[in-house]
Every structure is written in C-alpha cells, then in structure tokens.
C-alpha cells in the first residue's frame, strides 16, 4: 500500500491548522460554517470509519468534505486523521522499510537490467516475475511478489 500519502497527507493537513493559529489566532472557517453533527445525522465515529475504508483500500485523499466528515472541524477532523494513523503506525513503518529495500534493489541493477526487468513484468506481470525472483532470492524473509509488483507500479 502506498500508506506514505497517507501520512504525508496527514502532514500537510495537521500544518495546515497549526498555520492558522500562529498566523494570528484566526479561527477556522469550517467551524463556524459547518453543520452540526445532528443536522447531518454523521459523527466523528462515522469519519473515523471512512478514513479507515479509504486507508484499507489505499485511497490516500481527503475526505473532510464528505458527508460522513463535513460537520467536524478542522482539529477534529485532523485528531481523527492522526489517531487513525497512529493505529495503523507499524503497518506505514513496515511497509516504507520494505520499500527502501526494494528501492536498494532497483538501485542496484544497471540501466540495461532495469528495462530488462520492466520488459518482463509487462510481458509476465507481476506476479510470475515475484515467483522467479522468490526462487532466486538469497533472502527469503523479503516478500519477492510484493517486490515485483512495486517494480511494476513504480519503477517501470
């Protein structure tokens, strides 16, 4: 998953609030504007839900306009963005260290072997090239499919 975004994010969303603060203490639009939580019929658990769908399904966008999260106001809504990613905090680390090594990987190989590699995967897809690369592998504890299908999608 490219729960990198999603945290990303999340930054820029939480910097966000924090600039209007420290620029003057100006108050956030939304909150005066935004309906009640009764009018719409949503809560913050309903927020919550939906950020936890979209962070499953690896849909890293905003979801502040929505529905489920429109009455919420900037900090509520940024609290909730950071407890959901503070639950899923080994999950975003594991995969960014995977990540760095599949990149060590790709970095490793010449330019030559580089378009060879993407060739295959087009040819073969993912999850063939993942299989010869696991047979092939001097490490095993690395997820050879999951490394053949970041290539794909990121590299090629």
């Known amino acids: 998953m490219n729960r990198a975004v999603t945290a990303l994010l999340a930054a820029v969303l939480l910097a966000g609030g ?16 935004a309906p009640s ?3 719409t ?20 966008i905003d979801v502040s306009d ?4 429109s009455s919420l106001t900037h900090d509520e809504y940024s609290k909730l963005v950071t407890e959901m990613l503070l ?12 990540k760095a090594i599949y990149d060590d990987a790709w970095d ?3 330019a030559e072997d580089q378009s060879y590699t ?5 040819e073969e897809g993912s999850e063939t090239v993942g299989t010869i690369l696991d ?11 999951a490394m053949a299908k970041y290539f794909f999608m990121e590299k090629c």
């Open 18 to 33: 924090g600039a209007g603060c420290a620029a003057g203490g100006a108050t956030d639009a939304k909150a005066s504007a």
């Open 37 to 39: 939580p009764a009018d």
């Open 41 to 60: 019929g949503f809560t913050a658990a309903d927020c919550k839900q939906l950020l936890e769908l979209n962070f499953q399904a690896d849909a890293a």
């Open 66 to 69: 929505e529905p489920r999260c």
């Open 87 to 98: 639950g899923h905090k080994h999950e975003i680390l594991a995969d960014l260290a995977d």
């Open 108 to 110: 490793g190989l010449d």
């Open 118 to 122: 993407c060739g295959l995967l087009r």
């Open 135 to 145: 047979a092939l592998a001097h490490d095993q504890s690395i997820d050879a499919k």
